[in-house]
């Protein structure tokens, strides 16, 4: 059975860590401009039901530096749970390619993908979470503080697939995580509860956005209204205006207290463009090393790990 990644509850926290200690060297590989070609006459097979460019530049540009070729199929190329089944696409790519790379919307086809796949899959967003989003994560904050000890993530909105992913790793990592947004905008229970069972980390919910940020050593938000959510946008625009990070807010927190978004921002929405700005915010840092985790994703999964 080939290694997958479709939820970061999949792995140990000692796994995790190799990921991350690979993803480092990596990153000095590729500003040193390295020749380094482990994945020489490789190919990568990656599936888009949901556009976006950072997974796309970010795998495309670390799987072709490292001498394989990337295949982007979009949802013209491949109409996931709708032209074809997906089981069928699944063994179809497994005869050709050597990893998939998914970014769906149901999360459930991500799951059969994978059940049906020869060859690693990655899950590169589905509705439901965001592995690669928060292994990258997760290596930033590492980078900046010099360690993950007693480390506080106050995350600012919707209780989303980014929240999720969140609450996986701290069922591996030590954490306090606060999911600070109004009510009715809640993470899945299910998922809140493997927090709760696996006794790692402390787990709150807030809707005092001030108190919340309070020793925060991470402030994090995301777009108010994602992909297949746009209908809603004026909607929770008023219901999540009082939870936007903005200055006011930043004075709340420690003047270290660091700035994260996944990206793409909408400036004067969920963040103000001064926060996105200011001397806190890792965000591109952040974005940077999304292809680093995910170079050293792939070379796990398929045991070329060095």
């Given at each position: 059975?080939?290694?997958?990644?479709?939820?970061?509850?999949?792995?140990?926290?000692?796994?995790?860590?190799?990921?991350?200690?690979?993803?480092?060297?990596?990153?000095?590989?590729?500003?040193?401009?390295?020749?380094?070609?482990?994945?020489?006459?490789?190919?990568?097979?990656?599936?888009?039901?949901?556009?976006?460019?950072?997974?796309?530049?970010?795998?495309?540009?670390?799987?072709?530096?490292?001498?394989?070729?990337?295949?982007?199929?979009?949802?013209?190329?491949?109409?996931?749970?709708?032209?074809?089944?997906?089981?069928?696409?699944?063994?179809?790519?497994?005869?050709?390619?050597?990893?998939?790379?998914?970014?769906?919307?149901?999360?459930?086809?991500?799951?059969?993908?994978?059940?049906?796949?020869?060859?690693?899959?990655i899950n590169g967003l589905t509705d439901y979470n965001h592995p690669c989003q928060i292994m990258a994560d997760i290596l930033t904050v590492w980078e900046h503080r010099g360690n993950l000890d007693d480390v506080k993530i106050c995350y600012m909105g919707d209780g989303n697939n980014i929240v999720h992913s969140w609450l996986q790793l701290a069922t591996r990592f030590q954490m306090h995580f606060i999911c600070c947004g109004p009510k009715g905008y809640?993470?899945?229970?299910?998922?809140?509860?493997?927090?709760?069972?696996?006794?790692?980390?402390?787990?709150?919910?807030?809707?005092?956005?001030?108190?919340?940020?309070?020793?925060?050593?991470?402030?994090?938000?995301?777009?108010?209204?994602?992909?297949?959510?746009?209908?809603?946008?004026?909607?929770?625009?008023?219901?999540?205006?009082?939870?936007?990070?903005?200055?006011?807010?930043?004075?709340?927190?420690?003047?270290?207290?660091?700035?994260?978004?996944?990206?793409?921002?909408?400036?004067?929405?969920?963040?103000?463009?001064?926060?996105?700005?200011?001397?806190?915010?890792?965000?591109?840092?952040?974005?940077?090393?999304?292809?680093?985790?995910?170079?050293?994703?792939?070379?796990?999964?398929?045991?070329?790990?060095?």
């Open positions: 059975m080939p290694k997958h990644l479709l939820h970061i509850s999949d792995y140990n926290a000692d796994e995790i860590w190799e990921i991350l200690d690979l993803a480092k060297k990596l990153k000095i590989k590729f500003r040193n401009k390295d020749n380094y070609k482990p994945f020489q006459d490789r190919s990568l097979a990656m599936i888009f039901a949901k556009p976006s460019a950072r997974t796309r530049i970010s795998f495309e540009t670390g799987f072709e530096w490292m001498g394989g070729h990337a295949l982007f199929l979009g949802p013209n190329d491949i109409g996931i749970g709708k032209r074809e089944a997906i089981k069928d696409i699944s063994r179809l790519l497994s005869r050709y390619n050597d990893i998939i790379m998914a970014r769906l919307f149901d999360h459930d086809h991500v799951l059969e993908l994978a059940k049906y796949s020869e060859i690693p899959v809640e993470p899945d229970k299910k998922t809140v509860k493997m927090v709760e069972d696996s006794g790692m980390s402390s787990y709150e919910l807030s809707h005092e956005p001030s108190t919340a940020v309070r020793n925060a050593d991470v402030i994090y938000t995301d777009v108010w209204a994602s992909m297949g959510q746009k209908e809603e946008v004026e909607e929770r625009e008023k219901i999540f205006a009082p939870y936007q990070v903005n200055e006011s807010l930043l004075n709340n927190a420690r003047k270290d207290t660091l700035f994260m978004h996944c990206l793409p921002a909408e400036r004067g929405r969920e963040v103000t463009d001064s926060v996105m700005e200011s001397n806190n915010s890792i965000v591109f840092d952040q974005a940077e090393n999304r292809m680093h985790a995910q170079n050293a994703i792939m070379l796990y999964l398929t045991g070329k790990a060095y």
